[in-house]
């Protein structure tokens, strides 16, 4: 039988299938739940002094896994799409959804990135003196720009995802 604890690895040597069930879907629900958390908890950290205290390592540590999991995500979902296309079931919809979350990586890592800046300031915060206030706002507009455009980008991706698998779109 199937150990479901062992992954199956395609040609390139990535988690396609957990047990016998693709992986994709997987993945994709930890940063359907993790990405827009983590955005909301990076923009809170950002603007608010006291949240930032109490929150930021654990935001630091969620955008390190959306980080992480994206890839796998997307990799999972580009050899699901290849399985699709050898039964001739390939839509324009699911080529969309794969062609949207090949985008997600620039979301990801986009909180990273800030998320380190919120660390950052949070560590030497005192030490910026008079430039601490003009880069809380730099930070916290970037916490709020990078923040809401990787929730809608989710949103979108999840969209064409899911009518990819329960129709409703072509």
Request: proline share 4%; charged share 15%; glycine share 10%.
């Amino acid at each position: 039988g199937c150990n479901p604890f062992v992954s199956a690895r395609g040609d390139t040597g990535r988690v396609n299938t957990i047990g016998d069930i693709p992986a994709h879907p997987f993945f994709v629900h930890f940063i359907v739940v993790l990405a827009p958390l983590t955005a909301i908890l990076l923009v809170l950290c950002a603007v608010w002094p006291a949240a930032r205290e109490r929150l930021v390592w654990l935001v630091l540590a969620l955008s390190v896994v959306v980080t992480v999991l994206t890839p796998l995500a997307t990799e999972a979902g580009e050899w699901l799409e290849h399985q699709e296309k050898q039964k001739g079931a390939i839509s324009p919809i699911l080529h969309q959804h794969t062609e949207a979350g090949d985008t997600m990586i620039y979301g990801a890592v986009g909180l990273l990135v800030v998320s380190l800046a919120v660390v950052a300031l949070h560590l030497r915060g005192e030490r910026l003196a008079a430039r601490r206030k003009v880069v809380t706002i730099v930070v916290a507009v970037l916490a709020v720009v990078i923040g809401v455009s990787t929730i809608v980008q989710v949103v979108r991706i999840g969209d064409t995802g899911a009518h990819a698998v329960w129709g409703g779109g072509s």
